[in-house]
């Protein structure tokens, strides 16, 4: 019997016809090449939470650009603060990899890396109102299934063109 790690075992299931996206095994494979326990462990808690922990998916989506924001900024040598929030952080990444919409003249590129940076927002902000990253009261929304799969799909495909374009970068 051959002994395969985590990971290994991670990726072949995310191939499986059972992953509820096509996306789940690209990303999977773009996280296992990155160095970082924490991008790879948020990756798969986001996969296997989707449908059975809505809420723990936001979370672990959310946490998952954090990882990844902060890994490249290591990467880059570039300071942060532990208190910086994930716009922020996802600022700074965009500035030193050249994805901010500012650095860019062509209209329409400008407008997709500003609605990234809307997405990015949207999900810090779909974590604070709806994840179970903080309590709530009588009147708190549950987040469905559907919901979670949205936030971990756009995590995933952000963080997947954050690394690779990183990963583009250092080639360069």
Not at 32 to 60: C, F, M, N
Not at 133 to 156: D, I, T
């Amino acid at each position: 019997m051959i002994a395969r790690g985590r990971s290994q075992i991670q990726l072949e299931m995310a191939l499986t016809p059972e992953s509820r996206s096509p996306s789940d095994g690209i990303v999977s494979a773009v996280v296992q090449k990155v160095s970082s326990d924490y991008v790879s462990d948020a990756w798969h808690k986001a996969l296997d939470r989707r449908t059975t922990d809505p809420e723990g998916a936001i979370t672990a989506a959310r946490t998952l650009l954090e990882s990844v924001c902060k890994h490249i900024l290591d990467e880059m040598a570039v300071p942060y603060k532990d208190t910086e929030d994930l716009p922020k952080l996802y600022s700074l990444v965009t500035a030193q990899i050249n994805l901010a919409p500012s650095q860019h003249a062509e209209q329409v590129i400008k407008q997709i890396l500003g609605s990234c940076q809307s997405i990015v927002e949207g999900l810090g902000a779909l974590r604070n109102r709806l994840s179970d990253a903080h309590g709530k009261g009588k009147a708190g929304v549950r987040p469905a299934p559907r919901h979670a799969e949205l936030a971990v799909n756009l995590a995933g495909t952000m963080a997947m063109f954050l690394l690779e374009t990183w990963e583009s970068r250092k080639k360069s």
